[in-house]
């Protein structure tokens, strides 16, 4: 098959496109037609469960749990603001280098419907009737009394199979609601601001710095934002994802200078750095974890300074430096592709060593290698799933301890909040690979050679 | 400090560089005024190169001293700095920046090792690049030209450090014929300027009409070197005699 793409233009066409590259044999036709009857076959059954036979209200129920876990309900607003922060530093970034606002607002407007529409008027909750009842047996009569609970659906204009396309996770109205739609506004908002007002200062090197900068802030921000709500609340999506954020903004600093620490000139600065790659590369994740879980005084004052922090920090200073160790091996790729002329060329200009990596050879090493950047760090974020494994309530053991509470309303529910799950690894990787993409993009430009 | 016999740029005695086992250069001697258009020619694997990359130290030489513009290369780091800014460098691949600008390829040496304000580091490399015949290509990347406008861009990179000496590394060699002649032209024009330089090339018309001296060498020595009419009229040596009939 040629690699032509569909043409975004009339029906005809369409046809036209469909004969030339999916029926233009016997051969191509019989596989076209498999693909397609398997497909729908598949679409099908998804859409008959997600929308018919799935009980959505264990995950509608307890949505708030599966984002930020036993996080203090006060204290959320800090959350808020780093989403709302990195929001419009997304939007705006977008707005500026990308711009194509028709799909994006088409999307940001998919999604604010979904969200924001079939749940108005839905209520779900679980009422507690107690009770007290009289049994007889034997002869002998016992009360016994307990809390009834029984699962209550308020249906609102939306019909049931609508709003199972929210997952359950459309939100009644009420003040998350409002945040949402200002979150949604802003998306939409930021873009349009970058793209017609900022973008008119595209190259200027202020623009640029002070947009990288926001990036490279809004890690570290959104940890300081949290200092003073207690570590042990933290948890689910919320605690993947700064655990993750963490681990991999260190990580990759620190792969970039064990990268250019495997190409030093110094003899003792390359065999640490092959060193600590091939040592820390050749243990699991996991068998990490565990040593900085269980590791007290082990190593004399350095394991005992180790130990005396929280475990969650310990957990960020596994991911960064584990983590580490695989990208420096991705830059060092990108280094050993970067022609000698380059250097050379960097020297006959006078440039200092620093000045020539800085400005000449990491750039395009790492822009050469930003794929697969992005791929350890999709790596990277679903090895979030191990923190189970070390008694962290990460989104996995949250779903677990979701169905392990509530059978009794949703009886077998597991398979609707494994979903969610799944979308909750997904909607991350999702986003690193489109930063990836958008990122490559830019950088791209002078790639022509 | 070196003391200078005239107003001498590069001095080389003895200059030695080896490869493995094998002898890149031996004993050369070599001695350039300032503006003094020098073109060294010879048959490949005879040195010319490896004599430009050792006066700025692309390549460290094994026994001998060079000295540029009073200062001998040692292995102090800062002399080697003050050196090289001292020194443009044209290649024959152009390694121009693929990521950069044309515009900011040529304004990086000046506003980072000279210090020169973004502004001024600009207009200089637009002077530059009027120079070499393509102010309107500043702001495209090097992999939008042609690879005749990408050397003069080299050239403008390595004038734009204001050097005391430019060395041409065979800088017509990878280029398609049509496009040899306007990189010739704007060399011609350099040193028309007064311009010191060190030529590696070929080009046997470059050499005879701008050329106040040639080197012929083979084998890493300095077979032959006179000016231009006697070099081709008359040349005293059997070897350089062989390499001229090969190529005339």
Excluded at chain 1, 108 to 135: C, D, K, M, R
Excluded at chain 1, 204 to 216: D, M
Excluded at chain 1, 219 to 244: E, K, R, Y
Excluded at chain 1, 375 to 385: C, E, P, Y
Aim: proline fraction near 4%.
């Amino acid at each position: 098959m040629s690699a032509v793409t569909a043409p975004y233009s009339p029906v005809a066409q369409r046809i036209e496109w469909a004969q030339a590259n999916l029926f233009n044999s016997k051969l191509n036709s019989l596989v076209s037609v498999v693909t397609i009857a398997v497909g729908l076959l598949i679409a099908f059954l998804v859409a008959k469960f997600v929308l018919f036979d799935a009980n959505w209200a264990l995950v509608s129920l307890n949505r708030r749990l599966f984002f930020v876990g036993g996080y203090p309900g006060e204290e959320v607003y800090r959350i808020w603001i780093a989403v709302f922060a990195a929001a419009v530093l997304a939007s705006v970034s977008y707005g500026i280098w990308v711009g194509r606002m028709r799909p994006y607002v088409i999307t940001v407007g998919i999604i604010a419907v979904i969200v924001l529409t079939f749940g108005l008027g839905t209520n779900l909750y679980i009422e507690e009737t107690p009770f007290t009842q009289e049994i007889t047996s034997g002869g002998q009569t016992s009360t016994i009394s307990g809390i009834d609970r029984e699962l209550v659906w308020e249906q609102g204009w939306a019909p049931r199979w609508l709003y199972a396309f929210s997952l359950g996770l459309a939100l009644p109205f009420g003040g998350t609601w409002l945040i949402m739609a200002a979150l949604l506004a802003l998306l939409v908002l930021g873009a349009l601001f970058g793209k017609h007002v900022l973008s008119r200062w595209k190259s200027s090197p202020v623009l640029l710095q002070s947009v990288g900068a926001a990036w490279v802030l809004l890690v570290p921000a959104a940890v300081l934002l949290q200092i003073g709500v207690s570590i042990n609340s933290w948890g689910s999506a919320f605690l993947d994802i700064l655990i993750f954020a963490v681990g991999g903004f260190f990580s990759f600093f620190i792969g970039l200078v064990l990268a250019l620490g495997r190409i030093s000139p110094y003899r003792a600065v390359r065999f640490v750095s092959v060193g600590y790659i091939e040592v820390v590369r050749a243990a699991p994740l996991l068998v990490w974890l565990l040593f900085a879980t269980f590791l007290k005084d082990e190593l004399g004052p350095l394991g005992e300074a180790f130990s005396s922090i929280s475990l969650v920090y310990r957990v960020m200073i596994v991911f960064a430096f584990f983590g580490g160790a695989y990208i420096a091996e991705v830059i060092r790729g990108g280094l050993q592709a970067i022609p000698r002329g380059q250097y050379e060329a960097s020297n006959a200009l006078a440039l200092s060593s620093l000045q020539k990596y800085v400005f000449i050879i990491l750039p395009q090493a790492i822009k050469a290698v930003i794929p697969a950047i992005i791929g350890r760090f999709i790596a990277l974020w679903k090895d979030t799933a191990l923190l189970a494994a070390i008694s962290l309530i990460n989104t996995l053991e949250q779903a677990k301890k979701i169905l392990a509470g509530q059978t009794d309303i949703a009886d077998g529910a597991f398979f609707e909040i494994y979903i969610v799950v799944g979308l909750i690894y997904w909607s991350v990787s999702y986003i690193l690979s489109r930063l990836g993409g958008a990122a490559e993009k830019r950088l791209g430009v002078g790639e022509r050679r | 400090m070196e003391q200078k016999t005239d107003n001498e740029i590069v001095r080389l005695e003895r200059v030695v560089k080896r490869f493995g086992d094998f002898t890149a250069l031996r004993d050369v001697d070599l001695s350039v005024q300032e503006g003094e258009v020098v073109v060294i020619i010879g048959p490949s694997g005879s040195g010319k190169s490896t004599l430009l990359r050792t006066v700025n130290q692309l390549e460290k030489h094994d026994q001998g001293r060079i000295v540029v513009d009073g200062i001998e290369l040692t292995d102090d780091a800062r002399s080697l700095h003050q050196i090289r800014a001292e020194i443009g460098m044209v290649f024959q691949q152009f390694n121009l920046f693929p990521h950069l600008t044309v515009m900011r390829n040529i304004t990086l040496g000046p506003q980072k090792v000279r210090h020169m304000p973004r502004q001024q580091a600009e207009e200089l490399a637009l002077q530059l690049l009027t120079r070499v015949g393509i102010p309107e290509q500043a702001d495209k990347y090097p992999g939008q030209l042609s690879g005749g406008q990408q050397q003069r861009v080299a050239i403008a990179r390595a004038l734009a450090m204001n050097p005391r000496l430019m060395m041409f590394d065979e800088p017509t060699s990878a280029l398609d014929p049509e496009m040899i002649n306007e990189v010739l032209k704007v060399m011609i024009e350099l040193a028309g300027d007064g311009m010191t330089m060190l030529c590696v090339t070929h080009e046997m018309g470059f050499a005879r009409n701008v050329a106040d001296r040639i080197i012929f060498m083979d084998e890493g020595e300095i077979v032959e070197m006179s000016k231009p009419e006697e070099f081709f009229t008359n040349p005293k040596e059997e070897r350089t005699k062989a390499f001229l009939d090969q190529i005339l």
